[in-house]
């Protein structure tokens, strides 16, 4: 079983940085990609920021420009850098991975528990 952790969520002031990370652990696996979510209160989970394993990116309109996503396949590691934090991003921050168990060649997907990430002046 797949074991994904985020940290460095945290509180900023408006036009401030964070920089989320998301470890995957526990197992013998490959991945195929790995996502960023939020879900603020009241609203539903959408999809922040996406990296493939060839590298190919996506983001959220509204986060374009500012946020950067990044993948270490070999240390099994996405990062989130945001940049110029505003009032629309507070949210739970979750890790999605989309994985290839060694053995089997089974495709397993995982969430993190979240990270909280707030904007606040």
């Known amino acids: 079983q797949v074991q994904l952790v985020e940290s460095g969520g945290g509180s900023v002031q408006p036009g401030g940085s964070l920089r989320l990370s998301c470890k995957a652990s526990?197992?013998?696996?490959?991945?195929?990609?790995m996502d960023w979510y939020r879900q603020a209160p009241g609203k539903e989970r959408e999809l922040v920021a996406g990296i493939t394993e060839t590298g190919s990116t996506n983001y959220l309109d509204t986060v374009k420009g500012r946020f950067t996503v990044s993948m270490d396949s070999a240390k099994r590691t996405i990062n989130l850098q945001m940049n110029n934090l505003n009032a629309e991003d507070p949210a739970v921050y979750y890790c999605?991975?989309?994985?290839?168990?060694?053995?089997?060649?089974?495709?397993?997907?995982?969430w993190g528990q979240g990270t909280q990430v707030t904007v606040s002046s």
């Open positions: 526990g197992g013998m696996f490959s991945i195929n990609r």
């Open positions: 999605y991975a989309e994985t290839t168990e060694t053995i089997m060649l089974l495709t397993r997907n995982y």
